[in-house]
């Protein structure tokens, strides 16, 4: 009941307008994810870096086990289970009152990991990809990343078009909202989904005007982190962008983004940190 107690707290903070912005650091238990695909496959690994992150101030460690980068093959439900629900346990035991949160677009995944212990769903297909998604977080009462995305992992990124990018994703966060509701389900934090079926100019339009989606009374992820908005604008690769992350996280805090998803927690923190000082002067 105590650890129940300390969950609910730290997932009312993330709904609490008035509280400090907060991080969500990636895990990525994959062989293939565009950045750090490898590198924490076995469990030592994963541990040393979940406790260097949770050290550098991560709020959410996200575990995500099925790749989902631009042309990224598909991965069986039973390979996903077999990289995901180990990992959340072996983090669950180790750091046992931090918030996890699943990286998964399949209902039984979501379900299976809630029972394993994570506390947070993140959905990148917002529901399309999977029509019992919205009736597993009903009823397992855990809190829901709704993000946005054109197309498949898959295909995303051919040509993605839109007739008002900001437009078009409000309305799509609207109306998806609006079914959530019926399901009962409150505690919705909306991701704009950058990168995931939209050019660097749609990238660059949604972070300007990310205030926009304020008005839907939902925290807002930004998923900034070493993505191709960064590599092909400046014409560098992940490994050099680092710096690029840091600047457009600070641009997101100062639109209204409660959360950030980042790869690099400490840089993250310093932004949050200027971010907030900033915010207190008069």
Same mark, same amino acid.
Do not use: C, P, W
């Given at each position: 009941m105590a650890q129940d107690t300390v969950f609910y707290q730290k997932i009312i903070r993330i709904f609490d307008q008035k509280s400090s912005p907060i991080i969500m650091g990636i895990l990525n238990v994959t062989p293939d994810s565009f950045f750090d695909g490898g590198k924490y496959i076995e469990e030592q690994y994963w541990l040393e870096h979940a406790k260097e992150m949770i050290d550098a101030g991560a709020d959410i460690i996200d575990i995500g086990a099925y790749s989902t980068r631009p042309g990224a093959n598909e991965v069986s439900e039973e390979d996903e289970l077999d990289r995901l629900i180990k990992v959340i346990v072996s983090i669950r035991n180790a750091f046992p009152e931090i918030l996890i949160s699943a990286d998964t677009y399949r209902s #039984?995944? $979501?379900r299976r990991s809630v029972a394993a212990g994570a506390n947070i769903i993140n959905d990148i297909s917002g529901? =399309? @990809?999977?029509? &019992?998604? @919205?009736? +597993?977080?009903?009823? +397992?009462g855990v809190a829901y990343v709704l993000m946005h995305i054109q197309g498949t992992p898959k295909n995303m990124q051919d040509d993605p078009?839109?007739?008002? *990018?900001? =437009?078009? *994703? @409000?309305?799509?966060? #609207? =109306? &998806?909202?609006q079914i959530l509701r019926r399901f009962g389900i409150e505690n919705v934090i909306i991701d704009p989904g950058f990168g995931f079926g939209k050019t660097v100019e749609h990238n660059y339009s949604l972070l300007k005007n990310l205030n926009k989606f304020q008005s839907l009374n939902c925290p807002v992820l930004a998923g900034l982190s070493r993505k191709s908005m960064i590599n092909k604008l400046l014409n560098i690769s /992940? &490994? #050099? /962008?680092? =710096?690029g992350t840091s600047i457009l996280n600070e641009? $997101?805090?100062?639109?209204? $983004? %409660?959360?950030?998803?980042?790869?690099?927690? %400490?840089? $993250? &923190?310093?932004?949050i940190t200027i971010y907030n000082y900033l915010k207190g002067l008069k």
């Open positions: #039984e995944v $979501a529901g =399309n @990809f999977d029509d &019992k998604m @919205f009736k +597993t977080i009903a009823q +397992t078009k839109y007739d008002d *990018v900001e =437009n078009d *994703v @409000f309305e799509f966060f #609207e =109306n &998806k909202l /992940s &490994k #050099e /962008s680092l =710096n641009i $997101a805090l100062q639109n209204g $983004a %409660k959360i950030l998803r980042v790869h690099d927690v %400490k840089e $993250a &923190k310093e932004a």
